[in-house]
């Protein structure tokens, strides 16, 4: 230390008082002048060594050390720096510092470097990610500092904070709590009614992982001591949808933050299966929101003191209704739901005058569009209807959109529909004539559009003079294609061809109208998601992809004889007509349309809507040369989604569509990647004895090409327990499906498990195996001999075990003559030299080892209707060309 001391001496530290910036500058100035003055360069290090910037300082120094190597005192000093530096780097890369340095920075006033503030905020969201970090922030009264940040009213400032929350609390439940308790539910609720469209999503994101969190909790089985330290959620969950449920009719709150309400209301309150008995939620929401809710949903746009909303809100509110009506189990629940909507209704109509009248038929359309039987009732009520039809005459285009509207939505129930032909059509046609405002004329025409199609696709039913239909077609087309007009307009031409394409003739015109088509695939790409379900529908009908079946013919002849009235097919929705459309949709791009529309994550996307799209999927991969059109267009990656969520029915179209194109294209480039592995349980889906013979064997096909590819997804398949169903349709009596699982049996062979499977005691998987082998059918003599041929080459102790299952009072000749057949067996087996001597041995007693056949190219080594059947040489022969029995 002497010899620093001497060099103090001669540059003397600055003192606490003094300016290290100054004195920084000074020094810089003085090296400018001179680079080699050591004094000022020693100088310098010393005020950046204060200021903290020590990497500047240690190259002072260093350089320094090279102007006079022998001093002994810039040495001492420098490595002292060094030092201290190290242990400040160890001490700035602990998660402690780094948090705090975040926190820091982010609530530093004075900061005004924008970068600086936005790494630390991304710092601190990656932080929070990890459970360490997470835990750390939590710790280090991280909650209270994220309060501050979101105090601040600063829109970036508190989107940092939100993501940071969400980290601490997903999948979290401990932390969740705390979080809640110091925030506050009405905190959070006031942060997700703000004007700014992400802090909104951002805190409706926060509030989802909240629920999820708190949710778990409650389903888990807590026992003994544990369940003596877990809090009850209950109360919790309550409090958060109670302010949310306020948040609905506040008038502060921003049309955004009501949506993101009703979103988060839709995805947590309904049970997710009808397996959970516990409704408790919905009817606790029914009995204190409902009300709330319906708010919303009579809101008139652009009346006085109306909540702020927007184009979707009302569409949320009637998802959101008919969730919850569905969500009832007992016609008690669904009797007081009718009351409360009643009530509701009663409340505005009688006694509000016209502003009244107003809301009552806007909350009546409201409920057709989601809980139709409610709405009916409603609809029912004294003085509905003919206020209604009296308001459609109004002179104000306002009051003439909501009774248009309430008409077009009342008019799906028959007995109505025929009502209004009857009364309202001659006023919608003096609407559509004479109106001079576009939203009104569109909305007529969608409503004569609705009333014209009530005979669904009954050729012989029609309500309207022939060529009428065509004509609505027409001007329906004509106002989609007008991009003069905004989209929430145009979105009504969509729903006016919804309802108009029942008839097979609008069906051709509107494949050929190529600006039409594009024109409604641009829509169901905008961020209107209103009109999803018109384009699915309209989609339906020109692919006739709807259930239909084909009509006893004796009940056809009794129908005949009473009189009845028997439903006709149009002569343009035979097979040939509804291919030649789909050709035309495929042209046009219909698989993009459809990826985008299931991508959208608005209530709007329904499970109704998700299978309207599974089954135009399934119409589209129809036929065979499509299906790699479909898969590059995105078609593969958007039916997975699809199978795994939404209707029964329509999981079970998307599956089948999945099968289809895992059949006759290279699974592993249908869906590449990972995405290969969430095929299969779809695919396995498709084997439950609920299913039809054609889905059944189309699943079974398509595990077939899976099991060949990789042990990796053998072992998918095992897990999803597909094993005992496939094994189950090898006793099926149609020939086709006892084909395809043997084939599936034979790839899947391949896995240790199902191996062990065929030397279980007690079981006859062996025996059939042997027994199939003999059949007439070539393919099921070659599918099982492949399997026996695989057995044996990989598991060699199931060839001692075919003389056990198969013995000669069985009456089975089967051993004895597997040799006849032309299927090449693994080596095995036909080269009885790879075998151990006590296999060996086996095999001479099936009388196998001199006549197999050694055909290079027939051994089904990997079955399958796309893959190629493995090749085996012949262990005397050359090349892979067949020859004739040699071994």
């Avoid at 105090?151 to 508190?158: E, G, Q, V, Y």
């Avoid at 709150?253 to 408790?280: F, M, Q, W, Y």
């Avoid at 009794?558 to 149009?570: D, S, T």
């Avoid at 004895?689 to 064997?697: A, D, I, S, V, Y």
Wanted: proline share 4%.
């Amino acid at each position: 230390m002497g010899l620093v001391q001497a060099v103090l001496r001669h540059f003397p530290l600055l003192s606490p008082q003094e300016d290290y910036i100054k004195a920084e500058a000074d020094a810089t100035k003085a090296i400018e002048a001179d680079g080699r003055d050591v004094k000022a360069l020693f100088r310098r290090s010393q005020a950046l060594q204060q200021l903290g910037r020590l990497d500047q300082a240690v190259s002072d120094l260093q350089r320094c050390v090279s102007l006079e190597p022998r001093n002994k005192a810039f040495q001492e000093a420098l490595r002292a720096l060094g030092s201290s530096m190290h242990e400040k780097m160890k001490a700035m890369s602990c998660t402690d510092s780094k948090v705090e340095q975040m926190f820091q920075i982010l609530l530093d006033l004075d900061e005004k470097d924008a970068d600086k503030k936005q790494k630390a905020a991304q710092n601190l969201i990656v932080l929070a990610r990890e459970e360490a970090g997470a835990e750390k922030i939590f710790q280090s009264d991280g909650v209270r500092l994220l309060m501050q940040l979101l105090d601040t009213a600063k829109a970036d400032l508190m989107l940092a904070a939100l993501r940071t929350l969400v980290g601490l609390c997903s999948g979290h439940r401990s932390r969740t709590t705390a979080v809640l308790a110091e925030l506050g539910a009405p905190r959070l609720a006031a942060v997700l009614g703000v004007e700014h469209e992400q802090v909104s999503l951002a805190a409706c994101n926060l509030l989802h992982v909240m629920f999820d969190s708190l949710k778990e909790g409650m389903q888990k089985d807590f026992r003994g001591k544990e369940d003596a330290v877990v809090l009850d959620s209950s109360r919790d969950l309550k409090l958060l949808i109670k302010h949310l449920l306020e948040l609905l009719v506040l008038e502060g709150a921003s049309a955004h933050g009501r949506d993101n309400a009703l979103n988060l209301l839709i995805k947590v309150v309904p049970r997710k299966s009808p397996k959970e008995t516990n409704n408790s939620l919905s009817l606790w929401v029914i009995d204190q929101g409902l009300k709330k809710i319906l708010e919303v949903g009579s809101t008139v746009c652009g009346s006085l003191g109306s909540l702020p909303v927007t184009e979707n809100s009302r569409m949320s509110t009637s998802v959101l209704l008919s969730k919850l009506y569905e969500d009832l189990k007992c016609d008690a629940e669904r009797e007081n739901f009718h009351h409360l909507c009643e009530d509701y209704v009663r409340s505005w109509f009688e006694g509000h005058e016209l502003p009244g009248k107003l809301r009552a038929i806007q909350t009546v359309s409201c409920l057709l569009q989601g809980p139709s039987d409610a709405g009916n009732r409603v609809l029912e009520l004294e003085g509905i209807m003919d206020s209604v039809l009296s308001l459609c005459a109004s002179v104000c285009e306002a009051h003439q959109l909501v009774a248009v509207e309430a008409l077009i939505h009342a008019a799906d129930k028959a007995k109505r529909a025929s009502f209004i032909t009857a009364n309202g059509v001659n006023l919608l046609k003096e609407i559509y004539k004479h109106s001079e405002r576009d939203s009104i004329r569109i909305r007529a025409l969608v409503g004569l559009c609705k009333l014209g199609s009530a005979g669904g696709t009954d050729f012989s039913m029609k309500q309207f003079a022939e060529g009428s239909t065509m004509k609505l077609a027409k001007q329906c087309r004509k106002w989609l294609c007008n991009e003069a007009i905004d989209a929430g307009t145009r979105r009504w031409a969509v729903e006016g061809l919804a309802y108009l394409t029942f008839d097979a003739d609008v069906k051709e015109e509107f494949v050929e109208d190529k600006a039409a088509m594009q024109a409604m695939f641009h829509l169901a790409k905008s961020e209107d998601r209103s009109v999803l379900y018109a384009v699915a529908s309209t989609l339906v009908n020109c692919t006739n992809s709807y259930d239909h079946e084909e009509p006893d013919p004796q009940m056809l002849e009794l129908a005949k004889y009473a009189k009845q009235h028997i439903p006709e097919q149009h002569p343009k929705d035979k097979p040939e007509f509804v291919k030649r459309r789909v050709r035309k949709l495929l042209m046009a791009g219909v698989v993009s349309a459809l990826a985008c529309m299931v991508k959208s994550e608005n209530p709007a996307l329904t499970s109704s809507c998700r299978e309207l799209i599974s089954r135009v999927f399934l119409a589209l991969v129809e036929e065979a040369e499509d299906r790699g059109g479909v898969v590059a267009q995105g078609g593969g990656k958007a039916l997975i989604p699809l199978s795994l969520e939404g209707t029964e029915v329509g999981q079970t179209k998307a599956a089948q569509a999945l099968a289809k194109i895992t059949i006759t294209s290279n699974p592993e480039m249908a869906f590449p990647g990972e995405r290969i592995y969430e095929v299969v349980r779809p695919l396995v889906s498709l084997l439950h004895l609920q299913r039809t013979g054609l889905e059944n064997f189309e699943g079974l096909m398509a595990l077939t090409n899976l099991a060949g590819i990789s042990e990796r997804l053998r072992q998918k398949i095992l897990k999803e327990r597909a094993v005992p169903m496939i094994e189950g349709y090898m006793f099926e009596e149609h020939e086709l499906i006892r084909l395809a699982a043997t084939e599936c049996m034979c790839n899947m062979a391949m896995s240790k498990e199902v191996q062990e499977m065929f030397l279980a005691e007690g079981s006859d998987r062996l025996k059939l195996m042997v027994l199939y082998s003999g059949e007439e059918d070539e393919k099921l003599r070659r599918a099982a001999s492949g399997t026996l041929a695989m057995l044996t080459a990989l598991h060699p102790p199931i060839c001692k075990r075919i003389p056990q299952v198969v013995s000669a009072q069985d009456g089975l000749d089967c051993p004895r003559t597997l040799g006849q057949h032309p299927v090449s067996y693994s080596p095995s087996l036909w080269w009885p030299g790879a075998l151990a001597p006590e296999h060996r041995a086996a095999c001479g007693d099936l009388g196998l080892t001199l006549r197999w056949s050694c055909r290079g190219g027939a051994g089904p080594l990997l079955l399958g209707s796309v893959m190629m059947v493995a090749p085996l040489p012949c262990r005397r022969c050359t090349g892979w060309r067949s020859c004739r029995p040699c071994c």
